[in-house]
């Protein structure tokens, strides 16, 4: 039996209890409300954290997240589990697409924040410094967003630390999604995490504001095969799953405004220098070309015909 208490601010859970709460900070002179489950098993054991909904319409991310907090008890818990389902509230009212609506900037590329920053330095420098840091491991959860259609994938951070790195490609294959693709984009959540000694992995599943049985059942597995894999719930290890690891996350970005025309579908595979779709004014005249920058397959592809300067068009993992 385990004596300790876990707690988060004000909220906390004694060995064999679930809380729920809603924690309150402030964020900007007003009060910033982050809902929040803690599950804190009978026995010691590992510390697992998840995030959801840190882009706000990625719905299959929050749908498996509740779906967690509310399903997982204390009883056969080794260890304890922190679930954040929704990070960017103001977001998700909002129906916000990438963006925090209290200062317009992307949470996955602010952390670990600020405390005397923007609206989202300190979001992500209270969620960083109060929940993420207690993880033994930490998986975040993500999606395609309103205008994005994706294949299912998986993100690993490439930190240096050998030890972090090896732990969390192994996460990623035990959480069981085909596609491991490595990124080194520094100011998101798992790099951040990866970053800071916490083996991490960022999960996608769903988008275009879909969120099928699928979709969240791929991510509510993925957790439920992690956490038996570490004993943190009964269960024998889970089947070793095939998957392909991609070295390289390719993101092609528009520098025009206009209207975008994929020649691709998600899960294509595409060829080096090959045409993958362009950016067009008015009048139908072509602005930009997307060239394939190297063989590999489209992992993501912006749904949206309306694009905007700096926007993502697609993204392609090699
Ligand atoms: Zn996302």
Redesign the pocket.
Known sequence: MSNRLLTVGSLSARPGEIQFGVYEFPVQGGVYRLPMWLINGKEEGPTLVVTGG??AA?YA?IAAALELGRSLGPANLRGSVIVVPVMNMPGFSTRSIYICPLDGRNL?RVFPGNPKGTASEQITDWVFRNVMKQAGYYVDL??G?LIEALIPFTIIFKSGNEHVDQTSLEMAQVFGIHYLVRSETAGSTYSTAAAAGIPSILA?SGGQGIWTPEDVGLLTNGLNRLMTHWKMIPGNEPAPLPYTLLERFLWLRSAHEGFWYPAVAVGDNVKEGSNLGCVKDYEGKVLQTATCPADGRVLFIVSSLAINNGDPLLAVGA
Do not use: F, K
Request: aromatic share 0%; net charge negative.
């Open positions: 840190v882009h990625e991310s996955n993500h999606g967003d996608e």
